[in-house]
């Protein structure tokens, strides 16, 4: 055949192939920062010291509001309990309504108006925070708050019992209160104030935000640690050796999926080390197996749904190929999110392309059968402009493709497949089989550049879990986007299995660097694969056009 002889004689001398990643590229090791004394004397709030500043501004100007954004709760008020002066009085509430806000009126026996303060009135001259979920939930409670916030004033009317008793009891405010309010929120949870109020500005207000992760530099890491040793000490706690606190920042750059990042939560720290202390059974120094045993329980406690996945793949319900070559066909890694389920995991996934006669439409099943979202729908259409836009030249291209996410029954988003999509439908319209023993994740944009995407460390763990279920024992190839090697914080078995050479990771930054890890031949190689089929399906159509005219022809004169 043609097309064989085209890829005998390219096939070879252009598949250079890199160097994979180093296992120590793909992980984080903490160990020598810790082993390093501070520079200077450290206390944990400098992790933070934009957000230090703002609150203790908020104290000193006559602003009533200070809207907090932070994504765990429990960090933000570490921060704001440290950064609060010792002899400023506080409070915090989760869960309030309007009578622990505003206070109550009861009319008693001797039928006098009998008036029991509320929290803000209590806390005068000092802090309340307050979470802002209660707030969204009943409207009426939000402007009441922002009545206060403005005027500085309770009425009596604010207070609930108030409307069974109106006009008669005293409508004269009560004195200025100077009670200041931190509303902890989230960005999404402003933005519902913002939707349930547009005007909610009208109250003088600072604003501030915690980020949940902080950079992994020297100076940060002995901060965290000076944290994690005052956390212990508070809740008389065993200490935690060197090893287990090198664990312990491994961990916390793992939650982040990024090397140079560490998540701050304070809940996080202390469920963990709680737990730990359960495997300490001789009450010494927490060491690292303890934070080890306590972690990957954790994790198989929630592990439920992988399990099923996993099962489903050694009874070869799910059916994937992990060897030979095949054309149209690629492994792609996506992550498994489910509704209410608390943790994510990586699952494999086989991706499929056939091709017909057609008009160079890329045919997205998943999206005409409503399966997939709009992100979805915009990355396929990313891949057909790009590989349309190198047939140019043809008139009419003669091919167009199906591709399956096969096995999918529940929706689908993102464009983490825009790489394997570009790969299968290459591989139908040239005629090159894809190599099975290779898994691919990767977004595109119109210039073939290869993108970051999300969950890449679960990811490159379902291939691991494929070594560990026995369905893989020789070496396989990951190719990811280049951009996110700095978010590989792969777990431990994951790092042996690259030091072992079983897992191969290459970090690539343009689709044309994939095609001689995938199809074995460069890029300029498939283009003239697909350009020699198209001139033979072109010939085709005009050999029968002509042999049909021909004969048209010749019957005229019958």
């Known amino acids: 055949m043609p097309t064989t002889n085209l890829i005998s004689e390219r096939t070879q001398p252009n598949a250079t192939l890199s160097i994979p990643l180093d296992a120590s590229m793909c992980g984080v090791d903490f160990s020598e920062m810790l082993s390093q004394s501070p520079t200077s004397d450290v206390t944990w709030l400098s992790l933070f010291p934009l957000v230090t500043q703002a609150i203790k501004h908020f104290l000193q100007l006559p602003h009533s509001?200070?809207?907090?954004?932070?994504?765990?709760?429990?960090?933000?008020?570490?921060?704001?309990?440290?950064?609060?002066?010792?002899?400023?009085?506080?409070?915090?509430?989760?869960?309030?309504?309007?009578?622990?806000?505003?206070?109550?009126i009861n009319l008693n026996k001797q039928h006098n108006f009998d008036f029991q303060p509320g929290e803000i009135e209590k806390w005068n001259n000092g802090v309340l925070t307050l979470h802002i979920s209660p707030l969204l939930a009943s409207p009426d409670?939000?402007?009441?708050?922002?009545?206060?916030?403005?005027?500085?004033?309770?009425?009596?009317?604010?207070?609930?019992?108030?409307?069974?008793?109106?006009?008669?009891?005293?409508?004269?405010?009560?004195?200025?209160?100077?009670?200041?309010?931190?509303?902890?929120?989230?960005?999404?949870?402003?933005?519902?104030?913002?939707?349930?109020?547009?005007?909610y500005h009208q109250v003088s207000a600072l604003f501030t935000e915690l980020s949940s992760s902080v950079v992994a530099n020297s100076t940060n890491i002995h901060a965290l640690k000076h944290y994690c040793q005052g956390l212990l000490k508070d809740l008389k706690l065993m200490p935690l050796t060197d090893d287990a606190l090198c664990l312990l920042f491994d961990y916390l750059a793992q939650a982040t999926e990024h090397q140079k990042k560490l998540l701050f939560s304070p809940d996080f720290i202390e469920n963990l080390i709680r737990y730990a202390?359960?495997?300490?059974?001789?009450?010494?120094?927490?060491?690292?197996?303890?934070?080890?045993?306590?972690?990957?329980?954790?994790?198989?406690?929630?592990?439920?749904?992988q399990?099923?996945?996993?099962?489903?793949?050694?009874?070869?319900?799910?059916?994937?190929?992990?060897?030979?070559?095949?054309?149209?066909?690629?492994?792609?890694m996506a992550v498994v999110e489910l509704m209410g389920y608390p943790t994510e995991f990586g699952e494999i996934f086989r991706l499929s392309a056939s091709e017909m006669i057609g008009d160079g439409e890329i045919i997205d099943v998943e999206r005409k059968v409503e399966l997939a979202g709009n992100i979805h729908a915009k990355s396929f259409l990313v891949v057909q402009g790009y590989l349309n836009h190198f047939f140019t030249h043809v008139h009419n291209f003669p091919l167009s493709c199906n591709v399956v996410f096969e096995q999918s029954y529940q929706e689908s988003d993102g464009d983490s497949a825009s790489l394997a999509t570009l790969l299968a439908v290459t591989s139908c319209y040239a005629q090159q089989p894809i190599r099975q023993d290779l898994f691919v994740t990767g977004a595109l944009d119109q210039h073939?550049?290869?993108?970051?995407?999300?969950?890449?460390?679960?990811?490159?763990?379902?291939?691991?879990?494929?070594?560990?279920?026995?369905?893989?024992?020789?070496?396989?190839?990951?190719?990811?986007?280049?951009?996110?090697?700095?978010?590989?914080?792969?777990?431990?078995?994951?790092?042996?299995?690259?030091?072992q050479k079983k897992i191969n990771i290459y970090p690539l930054t343009h689709c044309e660097d994939a095609f001689p890890y995938a199809l074995q031949c460069n890029f300029k190689d498939v283009l003239s694969l697909i350009n020699h089929r198209i001139d033979l399906l072109q010939k085709g159509d005009i050999d029968e056009s002509s042999k049909g005219l021909f004969y048209r022809c010749l019957a005229l004169f019958r």
Not at 90 to 98: A, F, I, K, P
Not at 175 to 199: A, F, G, H, M, S
Not at 319 to 324: E, F, G, K, V
């Open 277 to 305: 202390q359960i495997f300490n059974k001789k009450n010494t120094v927490l060491d690292a197996k303890h934070l080890q045993q306590a972690f990957d329980i954790q994790m198989k406690s929630r592990s439920l749904a």
């Open 307 to 332: 399990n099923f996945s996993e099962q489903a793949l050694l009874e070869k319900q799910v059916h994937i190929q992990l060897s030979d070559s095949v054309i149209g066909q690629v492994n792609g």
């Open 448 to 499: 073939g550049n290869i993108l970051p995407i999300g969950g890449i460390n679960q990811k490159i763990q379902s291939v691991t879990r494929l070594f560990e279920l026995g369905l893989l024992d020789f070496p396989v190839s990951i190719l990811i986007p280049s951009a996110n090697q700095i978010n590989l914080t792969l777990d431990k078995q994951t790092l042996h299995l690259i030091k």
């Open 65 to 104: 509001l200070l809207l907090f954004n932070a994504t765990h709760w429990q960090a933000a008020l570490a921060v704001l309990h440290a950064s609060y002066p010792h002899e400023l009085k506080s409070l915090t509430l989760q869960n309030y309504d309007q009578e622990k806000l505003f206070g109550r």
């Open 141 to 199: 409670l939000w402007y009441l708050l922002k009545s206060f916030l403005i005027n500085r004033t309770i009425s009596a009317r604010s207070a609930v019992n108030a409307n069974n008793f109106k006009g008669c009891y005293p409508e004269t405010p009560l004195n200025k209160i100077n009670t200041k309010i931190v509303l902890i929120c989230t960005r999404y949870q402003l933005d519902e104030l913002q939707i349930l109020d547009p005007e």
